[in-house]
């Protein structure tokens, strides 16, 4: 009897596993023809002064979507990393979201900031420094508007991704710490790197209501930022008004559904620049 439960057991992990290999391997196969089917959008998602209630910024936040049904960045970025297809997913982001700020620029919006994210993998790239230059010069755009956001893993190797960050300054371009407080946070690189943007992590704030010292930390880590000349703050994920109400009086930026979910940019424009 236990002998027969065992074997069934292991048939269905092995059907299970099979389940989840076949899934991974239709999302790696997908991936790799999104860009040429065209299954690939960028949403934006407005980033507030939260003080003033004004738009600063967008972040541009890669959506697929393909024949099979719904898929979200969480799963399938970390497999376009894995088999490389984020290389050429990447570029796609990196020329839709220059372009994006062009059009903008040229209908006269020039005081919002775009920001995009791009992946550990894609800036070890060794063209990735020279892509990002040659849509610039290509599209002529105002370099002081475009934000690269980077983790703090991806600063694992310090030594070359200082390298690149320095090139990308040079160019004019912002880069902007994402997640900050979720990893292996160091102070490190903010003395490494003159960061433009400092964005705090989703559990920080989350955590804040839950105990005093949790909200030590959401202040300690909110004046880190705000104290560095040329830093602005970003507090990711703001959900509630409660929230809303802990950072009044602090000199930060909110992005989150309290304001907005990331949006077709039809739709960010309706409600930002009042187009019709
Ligand atoms: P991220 O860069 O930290 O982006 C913020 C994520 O939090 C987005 O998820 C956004 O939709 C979500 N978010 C924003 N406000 C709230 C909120 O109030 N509550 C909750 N629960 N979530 C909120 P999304 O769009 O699913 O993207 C997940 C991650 O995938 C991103 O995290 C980023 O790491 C990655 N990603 C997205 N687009 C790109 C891309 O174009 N290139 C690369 N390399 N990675 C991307
Ligand atoms: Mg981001
Ligand atoms: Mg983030
Ligand atoms: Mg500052």
Known sequence: EAKKKGKNTYQFFTEDLDCILKRKQQIENGLWKAIERQELQLYYQPQIEIKSGKLVGVEALLRWFPSFGNISPSEFIPIAEESGAIIGIGEWVLKKACKQLKDWEEAGITNIKLAFNVS????????????????????????????????????????????????????????????FGAGYSSLNILKRIEIDTLKIDKSIIDDALKSNRNMSILTAII??????????????????????????????????????????????????????
């Open 120 to 179: 550990a993998r894609q800036f070890t790239d060794p063209y990735f420094f020279e892509k990002v230059k040659n849509v610039l010069s290509s599209l002529q755009i105002n370099t002081c508007n475009l934000e690269i956001e980077i983790t703090e893993t991806m600063m694992l190797d310090i030594k070359s991704a200082m390298g690149i960050i320095e090139q990308l300054k040079k160019l004019g371009v912002r880069i902007a710490i994402d997640d």
């Open 223 to 276: 004046n880190v930022g705000t104290c560095l000349d040329n830093t602005k703050v970003i507090m990711e994920g703001i959900e509630t008004s409660e929230q809303i109400k802990l950072l009044r009086d602090f000199n930060v930026i909110g992005q989150g559904y309290y304001y907005g979910k990331p949006e077709k940019v039809t739709e960010i424009e309706k409600k930002w620049f009042g187009k019709p």
